[in-house]
């Protein structure tokens, strides 16, 4: 039975499996002084069409809190929005890496920052009591299933680099995005202002890791320290590496990214149908909020399926992964259906 | 060509390999919450014959930190040997993530504490300009190839114990040691003391992963929290915690060790016979360590051998790992008796 | 011209010049270990009827941070209340000094917790990806002139006790507190459940530092250590001590203390004949925070008046301090209600 | 009676007390936005010779923790002599404030680094397990009272610069260093290529504070709030920086420190002619380091004389403050020859 949970319930998609097998080949220098490292950096600074700096960390809660901690100091604050996983859902990571970073909360539509609700937490306080605001940060997608255009993420990070500010992206689900957007990698990140990205792996069909990709490379200086020092450099690198090759070599990635899309647009059909069910956001990337009835909800989980409650909304979030059926999908739609009467 | 410069050269066993593909198959919860994990905790504790909390980390830098952190406060410190890892190439992780425990390193002959180290910097100083001392590392084996006996062990720990010092151990090679003193996993740790083990898992043949068990359980109030926060959870936790299943199943973790540790007994067997070679250390687990004229490391390396000089020695560190074939020992052997000429 | 901008405009009160003074003969031993600051700690035991362990910081800032990075760990929280001063005013110090918790603001009226804001908060979430509560900080008086009762912070107290947290009181104006209540030190504190109170010195009339009181001695463990690491043990204590005692010795802190909330009554009430204004909370202690045309703030400021304005309230605040004079109160009485015609 | 445990043991000289006692009046801006401490900026401008940035911390742990933190990350070593004081007598402050900096300890004849032991250090280790040198710091005096002469510092600093480090003062004792050496403050510090300085006011004989002087300042960006979030901001600035006034008018603080030396320097005539006693380090500031017997130590001790023992060495330190009596001084060697028998 599969899930609707979190695209993180989802195994290794086949590309990124076979390449790990295939780099499980004798011995091989650690720490990222290997071939398979050295090859999808390259392959890396091909798809993002500039000469990027590129490192790999465990997890999601590293990557970006790494990357946060390379923009500022404990002193500075960091302008998120409300609904940013970093703020919500890493348990204090940034604040930890960067040793006391605060991060500063706006509204905004959609899970979307607009350059409105950063500039107002930039102009709110310039005295020394308050952390003195230095990066913002964007999803993309978005934690609830939105995608930032091209010309919404310029805006902000025109007004961000006009203010001081740096701009991070955190791309757990960025294949998503590009997917969902049809634009280069290029076009929505650094040709729009982004200085680093976060970009996913996990989330995407592998087993454990992402990629920090520093477009100002200026920024990245002394990275590979901060990354061994806080316990985020592989010693057998090459297994953190090489399922990447797989993903990229033949457009895998993106393939995967669209199909999970392509499940969420289906379940989103499926629930406009439902008069019981109302959308919360627009359906963009992988994801699906829905507010339900409450017996709805429960009938759901009574009948084994698992998935997140989206807090204070009385609502349900439906994650749609590399691997998820139609199948899959259309059953879910059916219980939906007929609990709902 | 295998290498003897690091036994993380080496790539993922056989039996760790088959176990990561086998979990993958379908939908699993995140963060741990699945079967796969759930039975290697339990295999972990029916190894350990005791009811121990049980981690996993991605690397040894982060399992060793955040288990000292857990240990003790900024204001602590830690007596370590000078040559521990902890001390000498984590880059200062315990101090970043305990934000600020210092590390008192202590002498003592082939790498290894004694009671009376430990003593001699405990009683060193008791003010509050100084840092408190909290904790005792011991590597196991250590750094330079030896090994701690069951005795060894035990009265350290009932030093540190008295003197309100809980005890921590580095088992990055904790398999070889195992394997080496031929003693249960239970009395080499716990019965002898031991407080929180770091259980290697990356040199014995994983992919990726360390453990970090808990053997006073009260220790590990929290520990979960400690994790996420540091970027140290895995969202598909079966990838990291089911090759362990592999290795544990039929002992394949111990017969490994004992395969690495003989291939290094065989290679300094060999250095034994060759007048311009001194070994530095008993070698008691996987790693020689030897002295040897420049003119044969710079030979050796001309001839496309890896390996570490050892700092400041003027002496070379070869590490066999599970996979070390008896004919590249026997190689290296060959290189070195014609280069000595 | 006096000016209300701050409680630490004013300068040194007499009972504390004059201890200070009378403190600078001869040599004394340093860090603490001198009589005045053994005098004062018994004093300040005696004045809470406990035998509680008493420290010295600089200032608020430190005094709070430490206090509260000594009762959680870097991934638990504090619950505070959305005004608290260590959320808005101290540029990310507990952050800092706890190396990562996290603030988690709640709403209540007047600038008090509720036990219900609390508990809502401490419901929210209980998963490993949220610092989990571990603290409420309480401040007393509050950062909008407010003082919580007795059975205020008791029921508090008591459900923080309930849930697993620790309670702490920011008490930058505890004196004004206690002077406005009219009960005993010892009640509105530990009788009421208060572990830790931070005992502001500064405001109350001293040139520079505050205490730190654990009425739950086994969490001051070490704490000596944790100020020594943080740069807030002073060397020459008894100039941050002894101007306690000229403080304590005949009751010139709760004089002073209920002459700062009179002179704030008296302008309360002069502000209450004057329609134009009016005011946004109770006045219980030492400050006044009105709401005024937009005309008013700036004809007082170009009258050389200085006070800060109230973020985001069009309001101002206006703080009276231990040698606020009668005079000054009734001149920006007239001038306001000159201003406003 | 005086001691000569630490020159902290001393009070206020009268200049410093008269200053901070004429800064008692009315009320002023808080957080150093007031005329007292803009004056004793401008004077420390002045005396430096130079456009420096000047802050005020409360004491010497935070001064330099603070300066160190601002010179480099978490990630990156200080190379420090093996005996000073931010290593030994620090508890961690400066791995606390910058998040894990590691101080490498190197030797040096009479506590004082020299460019043959900076470079060692440096060039020890370039991989990314080991912590990168960014900092060198010198204490000056030394922790042993000697002094580094000009060309000494100079030598040091243009190996740290051309090295990629910066160049930090630890000037607890910066007074007696200049009266010592007869210098101008400029010629001892940025000329000679010291980029931060650390200028002790405590020892110098204020109640509490130390100045924080950027030469190059390039590196004091954003340096208040870094102050205010490490709980280092006065809010009564006033009484921090007016006593800094008192001892720049007539040159107070080079006639007191002038005056402790001569009566190390009296302590050290007179201990030469002690036979039983030897001089451990040159007596070139206002600190005398002997080796004694144990029982002179134990005879002294007994005589109601304070000092420390030097650790390690059966020697005593013996430390003279502005305010030491030429008595005291006599009376001490006076109790020596009489035990000496």
């Known amino acids: 039975m599969q899930h609707f949970a979190s695209d993180n319930y989802a195994g290794i998609c086949p590309e990124a499996l076979a390449a790990l097998i295939a780099a499980n080949a004798g011995h091989a220098p650690a720490y990222g002084d290997d071939d398979w490292t050295r090859r999808v950096s390259d392959r890396l600074r091909a798809l993002f069409d500039t000469d990027c700096d590129v490192y790999f960390a465990f997890n999601g809660t590293a990557a970006n809190s790494l990357a946060l901690a390379s923009l500022c100091q404990s002193y500075h604050s960091v302008v998120c929005h409300e609904l940013a996983h970093v703020d919500t859902d890493e348990c204090g990571g940034p604040e930890f890496f960067s040793n006391g970073s605060k991060l500063l909360p706006a509204k905004?539509?959609?899970?979307?920052?607009?350059?409105?609700?950063?500039?107002?937490?930039?102009?709110?306080?310039?005295?020394?009591?308050?952390?003195?605001?230095?990066?913002?940060?964007?999803?993309?997608?978005?934690?609830?299933?939105?995608?930032?255009?091209?010309?919404?993420?310029?805006?902000?990070?025109?007004?961000?680099?006009?203010?001081?500010?740096?701009?991070?992206?955190?791309?757990?689900?960025?294949?998503?995005?590009?997917?969902?957007?049809?634009?280069?990698?290029?076009e929505i990140t650094w040709r729009a202002g982004v200085d680093v990205l976060c970009f996913g792996g996990t989330k995407m069909g592998l087993p454990v890791g992402e990629a920090v990709v520093f477009f100002d490379r200026a920024l990245s200086e002394d990275f590979a320290w901060r990354c061994k020092q806080a316990g985020q450099l592989a010693s057998k690198m090459r297994f953190l590496s090489a399922p990447w090759l797989g993903m990229l070599e033949d457009g895998a990635w993106l393939r995967h990214a669209a199909h999970a899309n392509a499940m969420a647009r289906r379940l989103a059909d499926g629930l406009a149908a439902i008069p019981a069910a109302r959308l919360?956001?627009?359906?963009?990337?992988?994801?699906?909020?829905?507010?339900?009835?409450p017996a709805l909800i429960d009938g759901l989980r009574a009948r084994g399926w698992r998935f997140y409650t989206f807090i204070g909304a009385g609502g349900a979030r439906f994650m749609c992964a590399w691997d998820t059926q139609p199948d899959s999908v259309d059953a879910l739609l059916a219980d939906l259906r007929e609990l709902a009467g």
């Open 108 to 186: 905004g539509e959609h899970g979307k920052l607009t350059p409105e609700a950063v500039r107002e937490v930039v102009a709110r306080r310039s005295d020394i009591h308050y952390p003195k605001p230095r990066v913002v940060t964007l999803t993309q997608a978005t934690e609830v299933g939105t995608v930032y255009r091209v010309d919404e993420i310029a805006a902000i990070a025109d007004l961000a680099h006009a203010s001081g500010l740096r701009v991070h992206m955190d791309g757990a689900r960025f294949a998503n995005a590009v997917a969902a957007l049809g634009v280069s990698p290029a």
């Open 280 to 293: 919360l956001f627009p359906v963009e990337a992988n994801g699906v909020f829905a507010e339900l009835p």
